[in-house]
Structure formats: structure tokens, C-alpha cells
Nanobody
Framework: QIQLVESGGGLVQAGESLRLSCATSMSIFNFKSIGWYRQAPGNQRAMVARITAGGTTDYADSVKGRFTISRNSPKNTMYLQMNNLKPDDTGVYYC?????????WGQGTQVTVSS
């Protein structure tokens, strides 16, 4: 069974930084893509950043220039470095991976940015 475990969320003030981690139970290159998705209260889950097995990255317009997705293949871990955080970045951040017909999700980690 594939497992994704997120960590690194917390409460920060606007302008500060956080780094999220997603540890996977299998080689990260087995996933067609893996990324971070945010769900704010009352909103649907939306893509924040993702990276394909080939290394292509994709970001939501709202985070370009502030967030960076990366991976450490020997550790089977993916990261999201979040700089200059804004209150609109608040939400539950889920690690999500595409490997078959159904995506795999972690349990989520809460990020709260106060103004």
C-alpha cells in the first residue's frame, strides 16, 4: 500500500517561510507526478505545485516566485519551500501522487498564515 506522509505545517506570520515535506513509501520516480494541493475552508482542493517523474515543474500563478518544489530521491521525499507567505496561503496542504487511475493522498498538514 502506497503511503504519503506530510510534515512541516504550522502557524506563521505573513512574510515568513515554511518547508513542507512529503515522505513516500516507494521510489518517488514511480509516480507519474507528485505535488502539493491546498484546500482552504469552503474551497475545493487545488494544485499548488507539482513535479513530474521527468522533473518538469508546474506552479499555481498565485505562488510563482515564492514557492519551490523539489525532491530527494534517495530519501523518497518531496519538499515545498514556501517563502514570503501570505494569509491567502492558509489551508490544509495535501501531498498527492499520480501512479494509476486513482490519485494517492496524504493526510494533510495545516498551514496558517496570520496577517
Amino acid at each position: 500500500q502506497i503511503q504519503l506522509v506530510e510534515s512541516g505545517g504550522g502557524l506563521v506570520q505573513a512574510g515568513e517561510s515554511l518547508r513542507l515535506s512529503c515522505a513516500t513509501s516507494m521510489s518517488i520516480f514511480n509516480f507519474k507526478s507528485i505535488g502539493w494541493y491546498r484546500q482552504a475552508p469552503g474551497n475545493q482542493r487545488a494544485m499548488v505545485a507539482r513535479i513530474t517523474a521527468g522533473g518538469t515543474t508546474d506552479y499555481a500563478d498565485s505562488v510563482k516566485g515564492r514557492f519551490t518544489i523539489s525532491r530527494n530521491s534517495p530519501k523518497n521525499t518531496m519538499y515545498l519551500q514556501m517563502n514570503n507567505l501570505k494569509p491567502d496561503d492558509t489551508g490544509v496542504y495535501y501531498c498527492g501522487a499520480a501512479i494509476g487511475a486513482t490519485p494517492v493522498w496524504g493526510q494533510g498538514t495545516q498551514v496558517t498564515v496570520s496577517s
